[in-house]
Structures are given as C-alpha cells and as structure tokens.
C-alpha cells in the first residue's frame, strides 16, 4: 500500500516523499483513514511504529481547508490541540508538524515549561492553528489569558500512559473542560491500564480502536540480553562494553539524576564521548546535548526516564539499563529508542543480585526469559569470595545505593556470603568455583576514578558476540 492511496492530499505526498518515505507503517495504515473519516480514535501502538506520522498526515488534512496566508492572528485561530507529556516528545511532534505541513500555509506552536514564557506568549499572539503543548504549561497560559479553545476541532492526547505516570490527570481533566464538545478526540498509549480507560471513556465519543500490536509487548528487532553483575562493578562493566564497541551509539538509562551525572563523568573520564541528560537540566542544555547526540557529535547519552518517551533517533542501535526500571512497563519505553521502524536494535541491562525481582516483572509483562550472559570477570561474586570484596566494590559504585526492606534498615545489613545463597536459590547461578580473569585482576589493583580503565580482550571474544541470544 502507498501513502497515495490512504487518501492524502498532494501537499502532504509531497512532503512524505520529501521525507524519503514510501510505505506507511501499519499504523499509519489503520489510522489515517479512520482519523480522516472524522471518528474518535482510541490507538494502541508501541514507541518507533510511525505513530505520530498516523496522526499528524490526517490531522493536517483536515486543517488544509483553514491554510491562508493572512498575518492576522484572528486568521488563525488554534484548531487543533496535541499534549504530550515531555519537553522532548512536544517538539518531536512539533517537528513532524512542521516537517509534513511545509507545503500548507498552517501555523504551529510548541509549548512547554523550563523556558521562559514570553516568547511563547508573542508566538500565540501572531495565531497558530495548531498548539502542540505538555499540560502544565498550557494550563499557566490559560490562566495568562493567552490561548483560547473556542475553535479547537481536534484534540490528540499522545503518549496517555505517560501522562497517567507523570500525574498529569488532573490537568488534562482541567483542560478538556475548557474545549468544545463538538471535537474529534484522539487518544494514543503504549500501554491500557483502567485508568487510561478511565480517562478514554470520558475523553472520547464512540472510538474506533486501533491496536497494531499486543498490549505490553516489544518490538520483535529488539534483541534482548542480560549480563549479570554486582553492583559495584557495574560502572567498569559498562566501561569495558563501551570501549569494545568504539562505533556503537548507545543510550543509558538510570534511575536518578545524581546517577546520571556521576556515571557521565565516570565514562568522559575513561576516553568515552558521553554527557548527561535529566531534568535539573536547562531545556537549552537538554536540547542542545540531543541535537549532538542525535547528529553524532556525542556518542554516549546518559539519561534518566525523562528521555524515555521523547528521543526520536533513527537507527539508534543500543540501549543499556544500566539500572533496571522499577516499573516493567517503563523498560517497554526505554527500549523502545532501538529497534524503531524496521530497523534492528540491542537491549542490554546490567542487572545486579539485588534486582533480580525488577527483572523478574519485566519478563512476566513481556512473556519471555531474557538470555543472561555473564561476562567473565564481571559476574557476580559468589559466596566464598564474596569477603574482602565487598567494601571495594561498594567505595565504586556509580549508581544509587541499593534498595532495602524496611526490616532491612531497622537491623544491621547482612554480610554478602549470607545473603548470596538466597539471591541464588532464586536465579543467578553462582555454584561455580570462582577464578579471577586477568581483567578482574587488573580492576582489583587499578584505582578506577583515576586511571582509564583498559580491556585486555575483545568483546566479541568474551561475550562471542553481544547481539546473539
């Protein structure tokens, strides 16, 4: 099937062409004709299937009949009204606006917070009909008095599960009060929990729903791998990894913005090209670390979840959970930056002992075991070698401290050799004699802050290649 005959105008083939695109996704094939039929659309559609084209084509089709070339804002009123849940994800979609309405005389505008709001304000006053907004911002304008919905025929809300995340309910619930009920309304989420349908049942008339894959799945390109490891070690394992692979491009993910920076650092520190991503930073810092990354210049992101959903690369071929999330759905979007469109991509998570549970509620939501691949000199210690070690790896440890019960910090934390054969009997296998590699040699003599750190082997060599199951 081609774009020409889902029915889109010639401007928009135009711009798709342009794009160098030639078969719609499935998605985009289900969506578009449903969307310009005018019928409400509840979609399901996993990150990196074409989604935000499947609503965008259709979406400035419908607006195409408003196209002029007047400067009078009162020309161009705001018609349509997308929410997205990160600064990232509304200027991806901003983006995609622009880029596929290049050939139609349409305005947009992207608001978010973390900038100042005046040059939001001046754009809204020369008029745009489409608003591509994150929902606290767009609330601090509608209290300025500077947007107005009367007009509005098409609201999107993208990424809905996200928003459930975030805590933006509420919000979203202040905003559809303010719009007119005479609207087409199009929902779009990852994941369906009771309250996206909740949140679905009052936001749409009638909906069609459109799901291209099963719910809480991931993309079949995605090839997925393990490697056991103790959390002390994990920094010098990652490390290791990066330099065997000098010409990959990789995200990693942790958990906190501490984290974050600690572990840039750490690897700008051992000659590897990477910077940091998280939400203490300046959105011109934020925007300004993507644009390099996305263009090349920055070979290794570092990121908390606030990229999760907003990162748009093409053919990014690695993602690393150097910390594994704490909800299974988010390892759905996190992995979801590789693999996109087609395109073969790797997932690796260094998983410690202590999060073994986390991995065990990823893979009862995705329905499969992920293979584990121990690299030799980095497993994890087993019982009888785990004295002498463990003030060692804990003094290297990048990342966040480890979690513990509440029991667990009421009374003094058990020693390793005590707690492996639990952490064992329930996966890792750490039965065998245990013989340090030369690499482990050199990281038990080697101060790791100071001196970079150096493999002896390549990985191909250690792990017989990274991408086989």
Do not use: W
């Given at each position: 099937m081609s774009f020409a005959e889902l029915g889109l105008i010639p401007e928009l083939l135009q711009a798709v062409a342009d794009a160098g695109y030639t078969e719609p996704t499935p998605i985009q094939q289900q969506a578009i004709p449903v969307i310009l039929s005018g019928l409400d659309v509840m979609g399901g559609a996993q990150t990196g299937t074409g989604k935000t084209a499947g609503f965008t084509l259709p979406l400035l089709q419908r607006l195409a009949r408003h196209a002029n070339t007047s400067a009078s804002p009162a020309r161009h009123p705001v018609r349509a009204l997308i929410l997205a849940p990160t600064r990232e994800l509304a200027?991806?979609?901003?983006?995609?606006?622009?880029?596929?309405?290049?050939?139609?005389?349409?305005?947009?505008?992207?608001?978010?917070?973390?900038?100042?709001?005046?040059?939001?304000?001046?754009?809204?006053?020369?008029?745009?009909?489409?608003?591509?907004?994150?929902?606290?911002?767009l609330l601090d304008h509608v209290q300025q008095k500077t947007v107005h919905f009367s007009q509005v025929e098409v609201l999107v809300l993208d990424e809905a599960d996200r928003m459930l995340d975030m805590g933006f309910i509420p919000d979203i619930r202040r905003i559809l009060e303010l719009l007119p009920t005479q609207r087409q309304s199009l929902l779009f989420s990852a994941t369906f929990s009771e309250e996206i349908r909740k949140l679905a049942d009052r936001m749409l008339k009638n909906p069609k729903l459109i799901e291209v894959a099963r719910r809480n799945t991931v993309s079949e390109t995605i090839t997925h791998i393990v490697h056991p490891v103790s959390a002390g070690m994990k920094r010098n394992l990652l490390a290791f990894l990066l330099r065997n692979q000098p010409d990959m491009q990789v995200l990693v993910f942790v958990d906190t913005k501490i984290g974050c920076s600690r572990l840039s650092h750490f690897l700008t520190r051992n000659d590897v090209s990477a910077d940091a991503i998280h939400g203490d930073k300046t959105q011109q810092q934020r925007t300004e670390t993507l644009d390099a990354f996305k263009e090349g210049r920055l070979r290794v992101l570092v990121a908390t979840d606030v990229a999760a959903r907003g990162l748009d690369i093409d053919d990014l071929p690695c993602v690393i959970n150097y910390e594994l999330p704490h909800t299974a759905e988010d390892y759905i979007h996190r992995i979801g930056r590789t693999g996109r469109a087609g395109n073969k991509g790797r997932a690796v998570s260094l998983v410690s002992p202590e999060e073994k549970h986390w991995l065990a509620e990823i893979q009862k939501l995705i329905k499969f075991d992920i293979p584990l691949e121990p690299v030799p000199g980095f497993e994890p210690e087993t019982p009888e070698h785990a004295h002498g070690h463990g003030r060692h790896h804990a003094e290297t440890h990048a990342g966040r401290p480890s979690?513990?019960?509440?029991?667990?910090?009421?009374?003094?934390?058990?020693?390793?050799?005590?707690?492996?054969?639990?952490?064992?009997?329930?996966?890792?296998?750490?039965?065998?004699?245990?013989?340090?590699?030369?690499?482990?040699?050199?990281?038990?003599?080697?101060?790791?802050?100071?001196?970079?750190?150096?493999?002896?082997?390549?990985?191909?060599?250690?792990?017989?290649?990274?991408?086989?199951?």
């Open positions: 200027m991806q979609v901003f983006e995609s606006v622009a880029g596929y309405g290049c050939h139609l005389n349409l305005r947009a505008v992207c608001i978010y917070g973390g900038v100042d709001m005046n040059a939001q304000i001046q754009e809204l006053r020369r008029g745009a009909e489409i608003v591509i907004a994150t929902p606290g911002r979690t513990s019960s509440k029991a667990a910090k009421r009374t003094p934390r058990p020693s390793r050799a005590a707690a492996t054969p639990k952490i064992a009997a329930d996966g890792f296998d750490f039965s065998k004699p245990y013989e340090p590699s030369s690499a482990k040699a050199i990281l038990q003599t080697t101060p790791h802050d100071r001196t970079p750190f150096k493999p002896q082997r390549p990985l191909a060599a250690l792990l017989g290649g990274l991408g086989k199951k």
